[in-house]
């Protein structure tokens, strides 16, 4: 029986020598076109579960059931089965999903975007067909792409002494910070002085902005962000937005449109009339932060805030503590600092209400984690009181109330005078019960109420809610207090899930709302410290989940950075721009979601965010070495940003 299936199937897959070639191979109205001494070296395609790149004259000696084949000319191309001529080699790319032309004499098969990708090499000739040669009709390029559009083909010049002025005469400071920081981004080339009485260019002099709700409180998981931006060739610009963040995200927006000429030294804007209508998917677009395996100065948090803003990423996760460090002052519990790796690792009251405060003015909140009871050995350096003995440090001691007392300075503090964000996250991972079986008083504890170790845990993990709703806050979990207390957790829980796919369908199914961070994809360290723009573009949140009422609990998604092997000197670059592939499934609309044009504005995306002051990675790391948490983000080569 195995013998009979293999052969049906090698009949199928493999066609034997000399069998007819699939209609489309005999195509008359298929057309190449060749460049001589060219290739495009980052754009090849690699056999599914291969890191090598995939050979057309291969894929044609699979179709013909040969190892190897006669050549009969000197056009032919050498690979491990033999050889195969040009001809041949092209029946091969065809044969191949995706495949856009090949170079020769190597063979290697290239992808739809290789022509714009292009670049002189004096060792092989570039075969393509010719309909990828052709300008496509690009998307807008934006990042995040926006959610609807319509566009022009006129080039406006931009006037450096561009006005911004908000409708009805409003002061409004968090709009003023935001327009200066803009024109600073945006025209940050000396130019010469520019009279516009003799400019036959339409020249873009001022942009009204419009905002119906100016309250600057915090953003919050309901504030509405959305804007439009309506750009015409007349020299007006408009911005209309229901809420001040929603114009922040605006002027990114528009920051992006304008690209300076080297050649005219002006401004521009093209492809004008533009006007946009734009509004994030999801509410929650999330970017962890872990300052406490290694400490990250305020002034690269804040570099990472300003990706963030540029991303449209909207919560700024921090895990500032851990079991290694706590380094952040609460003066309600003034020795928990005692556990900062050193005397300048360390965040002052003044210093969290600094990043909080620029994270704002970005339209980023910033929502604080206790991670309790598991990642909390720290606290024991200035509180030993608050951890089952000296030995045995971790999960927090249930059995005393010093530890909730302890808990519960450290939330109020953080919601009276540090984040005004409406959720805190109260961790709840990875809790080893070890500690509480060993220790004679927490066993004891334990047995006065015929309590399990699954049930003291839940019993903290309530405590420790109790605590974070009287502070008139939400509550974030990891995904693992769910796991082990079932529906017994609180139904208002937000659940984190950083697990695989069915265990968010088993949150959600049960009823909660939640978070996403798929390890597997969204995770920036560690194990998948490799994993490339792709990979984090490639989580669509919904996948799976077709009932519209269990999609409605996904409030949206975060990626997250633990710090183990990161730094201040690699953290960005470890961030972004894989962060960003991220956000734009967050932002953009589900029908967004072409590899190939992601392809060519997110490369676009990083220049842009290196050109405005934030480090972000090559798209493109380098083969010859090992993908750790520095060489992901090196660059494969001397070369243009946008191809790397």
Known sequence: MFTLIFLLVAAVCFP??????????????????????????????HAPGKTTAESCCSVYHTLQGVKSLAMDDGMMIQDGNGGCTLDQCKQGCLATFGCAGFNFPHGVMKKSSCFQLKKPNPTVDLVLLANSTKPTEMSIGIWPHPRNYTKGSNTIQVNPELTFTVSGGKTIPTMTAGINRIKSMIFDHRVPQVDVTKNE??????????IKNSDEAPPQLD???????????????????ETVYGALHALQTFAQLVQFNFTTTTYEISMCPISIQDAPRFGYRGLMVDTARHFLPVSTLKQIIDGMAMSKLNVFHWHHEDDQSFPTQFHSAPLIQSAAYNAQSRFSTEDVQDVVEYARQRAVSVMIEFDVPGHASSWCTGYPQVCPSSSCLSPLNPATNMTFELIEKLVNETVASLSQYGMIHMGGDEVDYSCWNKTPAVRQWMMDRNYSTT?????????????????GKQVVNWVEAFERIGTNLDPKTIVHVWKQRDTLFNVIQAGYRAIISDASQWYLTGNHVSNDWTVFYGNEPYEGINSTALKSRIL??????????????????TIFPRASAAAEKLWSPEEINDLDM???????????????????????APDNVDKGPINVMSPPGPGNCLVQ
């Not at 034997?16 to 980052?42: A, Q």
């Not at 504030?223 to 937005?241: F, H, Q, R, V």
């Not at 049930?455 to 502070?471: G, L, P």
Request: aromatic residues 12%; contains cysteine; negative net charge.
């Open 16 to 45: 034997t020598r000399g069998s007819p070639l699939p209609k489309h191979f005999e195509d008359d109205n298929i057309t190449w076109v060749t460049f001589n001494n060219t290739d495009c070296p980052y754009d090849d395609i």
């Open 201 to 210: 260019v339409t020249m873009l002099d001022s942009m009204e902005i419009t």
């Open 223 to 241: 504030t509405d962000e959305s804007y439009t931006l309506d750009i015409a060739t007349n020299g007006l610009a408009a911005i209309t937005a």
């Open 455 to 471: 049930d003291t845990y839940a019993y903290f993990v309530q405590r420790a809610h109790e605590i974070v709703f009287k502070a």
């Open 556 to 573: 949206g998604g975060e990626v997250c950075e633990w710090s183990e092997h990161s730094d201040a000197a690699a953290v960005v670059g």
């Open 598 to 620: 992601a392809r060519s504005r997110l490369s676009w995306f990083r220049c842009y965010m290196n050109n405005k002051g934030v480090s972000a990675a090559s798209l493109t």
